[in-house]
């Protein structure tokens, strides 16, 4: 058992020497990343500070925008055609894609699972194949302190208003008005939170 956790522990060692290096060499700053293993970046991005990228997360293209104290966590894909922006203070969970235009503010929460993508396929030419018809692209808003749970899509053209939550499993086609509960599929309001207007 003990040698079990000193290979643990050199291993952890081993990735965050790795980590202040790259994140001196990518931006002469050790700490203002730090990678997990097999971090790949692609295109224009820029960063904040305080940043985390676990394991074998990717993220590519241009226009990409992450600012301080965001936690992105395992096996996460973010692709950017036009721009992607994720706010202060975020996190996003293993496993969830954010592709094309998609503004994320701060201090949301997105669970493992989940799939944004703000484009669209144009299909509706039966004579001519659904890839030729090329992508529309509208874009996705989240707002400030929205919780996405697990395994939730989000469709191209919604906003996701203030202080919102969607539930587990759910479908987002329609934009969601603040501090809303939405769940099913499609998602369709179950509550209301209760806040203080400021």
Same mark, same amino acid.
């Given at each position: 058992?003990?040698?079990i %956790?000193?290979?643990?522990? *050199?291993?952890?060692?081993?990735?965050? !020497? *790795?980590? !202040?290096?790259r994140?001196?060499f !990518?931006?002469? #700053?050790?700490k203002?990343v %730090?990678?997990?293993? %097999?971090?790949r970046?692609?295109?224009?991005?820029?960063?904040? =500070? +305080?940043?985390?990228?676990?394991?074998?997360? $990717?993220? %590519?293209?241009r226009?990409?925008?992450?600012? +301080?104290?965001?936690?992105?966590?395992? =096996?996460v894909?973010i692709r950017?055609?036009?721009?992607?922006?994720?706010? $202060?203070? &975020?996190?996003? #969970?293993? =496993?969830?894609c954010i *592709?094309d235009?998609?503004?994320?503010?701060n201090d949301?929460s997105?669970?493992? #699972?989940?799939?944004?993508?703000?484009?669209n396929?144009?299909?509706? +030419?039966g004579s001519?194949t659904i890839?030729?018809?090329?992508?529309?692209?509208?874009g996705i808003?989240?707002e400030? +302190?929205?919780?996405?749970a697990?395994?939730?899509?989000?469709?191209?053209? @919604?906003?996701?208003?203030?202080?919102?939550?969607?539930?587990?499993?759910?479908v987002?086609?329609?934009?969601? *008005?603040?501090? &809303?509960? @939405?769940?099913g599929?499609?998602?369709k309001?179950?509550s209301? $939170? #209760?806040?203080?207007?400021?």
């Open positions: 058992m003990n040698n %956790r000193f290979e643990n522990k *050199l291993v952890e060692l081993k990735i965050e !020497l *790795l980590s !202040l290096i994140s001196f !990518l931006f002469g #700053n050790p203002k %730090r990678f997990g293993r %097999r971090v970046l692609t295109g224009k991005i820029r960063f904040g =500070n +305080d940043v985390t990228i676990q394991d074998y997360s $990717r993220i %590519r293209g226009n990409i925008e992450i600012q +301080d104290h965001v936690f992105i966590h395992e =096996n894909f950017s055609a036009v721009t992607v922006q994720i706010g $202060r203070g &975020t996190t996003i #969970n293993r =496993n969830t *592709l235009h998609v503004i994320i503010g949301c997105i669970a493992p #699972n989940c799939v944004i993508v703000g484009s396929h144009q299909f509706m +030419d001519k890839k030729s018809q090329g992508s529309e692209i509208v808003v989240i400030d +302190d929205v919780w996405i697990a395994n939730v899509t989000v469709l191209d053209g @919604v906003t996701i208003g203030k202080g919102s939550v969607v539930a587990a499993g759910a987002v086609t329609k934009s969601v *008005l603040p501090y &809303t509960i @939405v769940g599929v499609p998602a309001e179950i209301k $939170r #209760n806040h203080v207007l400021v």
